[in-house]
């Protein structure tokens, strides 16, 4: 990657619709020169997606202190295609297994942090934590993944209509699932 990619980057960073004309113009190149440097970087080293402003949600980061490799390698696969979800990181030291996870509000949250389908009830998981996130700073966008065909189920294979949570209209439900009652 050199001088002209990276000013590439740092434009498409702050606007990920800039025209390929502009481009070219801050970088000095072509409109063509422009758009055949965002192909290759599309290629191999640059990813563009619609973002999502978490201004109006709950986050949280869930610590989890996971028994060993098995049972860490199964909670990413249950939870691969889970929406709330943002991101897993897997780290070294007493807890092994970070995620940052979103609902639309408070009682949502509490739900699927302590329900059956939450990372918590996961065989394997010895400690877990969780750090309701206050304040986003600098950029509250952040890739959340929008499901638009709902399923009859959930990716995690836990029904929404088992959980007291759900029955009692404290949690909104999986947005990958008919059953969810929220604006995702």
Avoid: H, W
Avoid at 68 to 88: E, G, T, V
């Amino acid at each position: 990657m050199d001088e002209k990619d990276r000013l590439i980057l740092s434009l498409m960073q702050n606007n990920g619709r800039i025209s390929f004309s502009e481009i070219g113009k801050v970088v000095g190149l072509t409109a063509m020169g422009a758009k055949k440097r965002v192909e290759k970087l599309l290629k191999d080293k640059v990813k563009i997606k619609a973002l999502l402003n978490t201004d109006k949600l709950q986050l949280a980061m869930i610590a989890m202190e996971v028994e060993n490799s098995d049972y860490l390698r199964k909670i990413l696969n249950k939870f691969q295609n889970c929406p709330r979800i943002i991101r897993f990181f897997v780290t070294t030291g007493s807890y092994n297994l970070f995620a940052i996870i979103f609902a639309e509000d408070y009682k949502s949250l509490e739900s699927v942090t302590l329900e059956k389908c939450s990372l918590r009830a996961q065989e394997g998981v010895r400690r877990y934590e969780v750090y309701p996130i206050r304040e986003v700073y600098y950029e509250p966008f952040l890739d959340i993944k929008v499901v638009a065909n709902k399923q009859d189920g959930t990716p995690c294979g836990i029904s929404c209509s088992s959980c007291k949570s759900y029955t009692e209209a404290r949690c909104l439900g999986c947005p990958a699932s008919k059953m969810y009652k929220g604006k995702f």
